[in-house]
């Protein structure tokens, strides 16, 4: 497909329109000056040409103030209305733009007998056509100059910024990309979209993603904004999905080209930054790559962020900052700007399966699969606790304890933790270690839990189990309220959707599900 060509001085003609016809003069005067670009339109030649020829010049003044015209025709112009004025005898009028406008200051300049011409008439007690306008008459001299300065203005039609942007708009509702009656955020170049009012669990399978046969994702994740549904898979690519449809999203360029974000490796993990502009992939080689999810483009390769697999990602709230997990048995924190290793969290005795950062992003937190969470000073990477979630009542004596696959800031109360590991039993808790509150299953065995997350109000917390059961548990009454079979192999994992209730579920069966209520 060619690409058009857009000149850059168009674009600030359409924005001087903009500015003009919302009255911004000043806004309007700084960017003609600074760009050397002049909008030079008026609203209709025929009435702009009419008022010269008819001497209206109250309502051309203010025109020509916002036009860029040839010093020569400015100064006929405005010797024409100077020597009307006079001819009027509204000689403080003629007074003001001879002595005050820079067109007749740069002719007293360049041509001074001239501009002396126009004094000495000034001072006349009496006023003489035949003297003032010389060889020819008020009315040629009006034509002319009204010729003149038509062949420097053009017409365009209103509000062209705003026309642009409607039809780009439409278009894009036309390709489906949009729905119809969304509010759209121009700025961000997203639709608003809009919270439901109260968390509900999903009980309807809305689309199921096919992935090929020998490819299944390992990681999935909603964009902070809503807009977009991620995918990492073993094969090594990244995929972008419209979760409306559950269709590959084909409005960004380089998914329509069948280019795709990619790793040389299987990859475990992603996460977006808080504006939802990029996205950060880990993989099975220990790398980690960041990328601007509208463009593809990659933005920075961490080549060796660890020495093995990487088990996840999350961007530090002001998004300057990488913080990551392997099965090296370290948490990292990387620098986005430089890409170098900042911190290492060193003291957990098998691998680590997720890192968080605290609130107000003074503690990591981390899981692991030596059973235990770690509080740590995110400042001197000091660890300054360590607990393990209680075990179930049903766990045999001297069993290993269970890995720590996840944990959550609860969003009631980000003070609190939700903790996931291999048992039936999810968990709320301090930083301190302290359990606050915990949900069963009531499952003796086959139903530990492998991956968790919160519905966006904290009102319902999610866990997968081994037995491919969705469980749905009521923060309200500690429950269990809901549950169901998701997929035909074992539950890799499920996110939730950051402002409604949908949930998205991925599984070794070769498919990513999206459950609503």
């Not at 025929?46 to 036009?67: C, H, K, S, Y």
């Not at 990328?291 to 999350?314: D, K, M, N, P």
């Not at 740590?376 to 209680?390: R, S």
Request: glycine share 6%; hydrophobic share 35%.
């Amino acid at each position: 497909m060619s690409t058009l060509e857009i000149e850059a001085r168009d674009v600030i003609k359409i924005v001087l329109q903009f500015c003009k016809e919302n009255s911004l003069q000043q806004t309007f005067q700084t960017l003609q000056s600074e760009c050397q670009v002049s909008l030079n339109t008026v609203d209709s030649l025929e009435t702009f040409v009419a008022d010269i020829n008819g001497g209206r010049w109250d309502a051309i003044l203010p025109q020509v103030a916002q036009l860029k015209l040839p010093r020569k025709k400015l100064e006929d112009l405005y010797e024409q209305i100077v020597l009307e004025m006079i001819e009027l005898r509204e000689l403080d009028t003629a007074r003001a733009i001879l002595r005050q406008t820079q067109a007749m200051g740069v002719m007293k300049q360049e041509e001074p007998e001239r501009y002396l011409r126009l004094e000495h008439l000034l001072v006349r007690t009496y006023f003489d056509p035949h003297e003032a306008y010389q060889d020819s008459t008020k009315e040629k001299r009006r034509a002319q100059i009204a010729q003149a300065l038509a062949a420097e203005v053009s017409v365009v039609p209103p509000s062209r910024l705003m026309a642009l942007i409607g039809q780009a708009l439409k278009w894009q509702q036309h390709q489906g990309l949009l729905p119809a009656g969304t509010q759209f955020d121009l700025f961000r170049g997203t639709a608003a979209m809009k919270q439901d009012v109260e968390d509900m669990y999903p009980t309807t399978l809305m689309h199921t993603i096919k992935f090929g046969k020998k490819s299944h994702a390992e990681g999935a994740r909603f964009s902070p904004d809503g807009q977009l549904l991620v995918s990492c898979s073993v094969d090594g690519f990244i995929e972008v999905w419209d979760h409306v449809n559950g269709k590959l999203k084909k409005d960004l360029q380089y998914q329509a080209d069948d280019t795709f974000m990619m790793h040389d490796d299987a990859i475990f993990c992603v996460d977006f930054s808080r504006d939802s502009e990029m996205l950060a992939s880990g993989s099975q080689d220990g790398k980690i790559k960041v990328w601007r999810i509208r463009t593809g483009q990659c933005l920075r390769r961490l080549e060796r962020a660890h020495s093995q697999t990487v088990t996840s990602v999350v961007f530090s709230r002001d998004g300057s900052q990488i913080l990551s997990t392997s099965v090296d048995g370290t948490a990292r924190i990387h620098s986005l700007k430089s890409g170098k290793l900042l911190k290492e969290f060193r003291g957990h005795t098998s691998i680590v399966n997720c890192a968080i950062f605290s609130k107000d992003g003074n503690h990591v937190i981390t899981a692991s699969s030596d059973g235990t969470v770690k509080v740590w000073n995110a400042g001197n990477t000091e660890c300054v606790k360590t607990f393990k979630p209680p075990p179930p009542h049903s766990m045999p004596q001297g069993a290993k304890d269970p890995r720590v696959f996840s944990v959550h800031l609860f969003p009631k109360n980000m003070d609190l933790i939700v903790v996931c590991n291999n048992t039936s039993v999810v968990y709320i808790m301090t930083f301190e270690g302290q359990v606050m509150k915990s949900f069963s299953s009531g499952k003796k065995e086959g139903g530990g839990f492998l991956a968790a997350c919160i519905s966006p109000k904290g009102e319902w917390i999610y866990c997968v189990g081994e037995d491919m059961n969705l469980y749905c548990f009521s923060h309200q009454s500690g429950k269990l309220e809901h549950l169901m079979k998701v997929h035909e192999k074992e539950v890799i994992g499920l996110t939730h959707h950051p402002h409604i209730n949908l949930i998205a579920t991925y599984s070794e069966d070769c498919t990513m599900k999206l459950w609503k209520p």
